[in-house]
C-alpha cells in the first residue's frame, strides 16, 4: 500500500511563488511515476507535472518555464515550486503516485490542497 499527502497550498497574489510537497510512504519502492495534478471548478482533472522515478520530468504547456518538478528521495517527497502564478492557476492541486507490482499499475491519490491565486 502507498500513502500520499500534499501540503503547501494557500492563497498568493498574482506573480508570485508557492511550493507544494507530496510526502509518500508505504510500499515506495514500486512507485515508477509521481505527479501533480490540477482540477479548477467545473474543469477535469489535469496533469500540471510528472516526475519518473529515474527523474524524467514533463510540464503542461500552460506551466512550462514557471513551474519545476523536483524530488528528495531521502524523503520520499515531491515537490512542485510554482512561480509567476496566474489567477488561472488556482485549483485544487493532487499528487497521485503510481506503482506497479507484478505487472498492475496502482494509482494512489492524495487528499488535495486549495491554491488560489488572488489578481
Known amino acids: 500500500q502507498v500513502q500520499v499527502v500534499e501540503s503547501g497550498g494557500g492563497l498568493v497574489q498574482a506573480g508570485g511563488s508557492l511550493r507544494l510537497s507530496c510526502t509518500v510512504s508505504g510500499s515506495t519502492f514500486s512507485i515508477t511515476f509521481t505527479g501533480w495534478y490540477r482540477q479548477a471548478p467545473e474543469k477535469q482533472r489535469e496533469l500540471v507535472a510528472g516526475i519518473s522515478s529515474e527523474g524524467t520530468t514533463n510540464y503542461a504547456d500552460p506551466v512550462k518555464g514557471r513551474f519545476a518538478i523536483s524530488r528528495d528521495n531521502a524523503k520520499n517527497t515531491v515537490y512542485l515550486q510554482m512561480n509567476s502564478v496566474k489567477p488561472e492557476d488556482t485549483a485544487v492541486y493532487f499528487c497521485?503516485?503510481?506503482?506497479?507490482?507484478?505487472?498492475?499499475?496502482?494509482?494512489?491519490w492524495g487528499q488535495g490542497t486549495q491554491v488560489t491565486v488572488s489578481s
Open positions: 497521485k503516485a503510481m506503482s506497479v507490482r507484478s505487472g498492475v499499475f496502482f494509482n494512489y
